[in-house]
């Protein structure tokens, strides 16, 4: 049986910042396609960039044959 877990609070907000950047391109693309291209390009990008620029999580150090 698989647990799931409930999402954090940062899992959240970031569902929602990607929900709000899909209308919103989804909303430019009915103006211009290519803009909408664009400003997609540019912000896969800067997601990009700031997942990369987010430390990382450490995982502790296991001993022996378990780990």
């Known amino acids: ?3 799931i877990a409930r999402p954090t609070r940062q899992q959240s907000l970031l569902g929602v910042e990607a929900a709000f950047v899909v209308l919103f391109l989804v909303g430019v693309a009915m103006l211009y396609v290519p803009a909408a291209l664009m400003l997609g ?3 896969g990008v800067v997601a990009t960039e700031r ?3 987010r430390p990382g999580r450490v995982q502790p150090r296991r001993k022996g044959a378990q780990g």
């Open 1 to 3: 049986m698989v647990k």
């Open 41 to 43: 390009g540019v912000l």
């Open 51 to 53: 997942e990369m620029a």
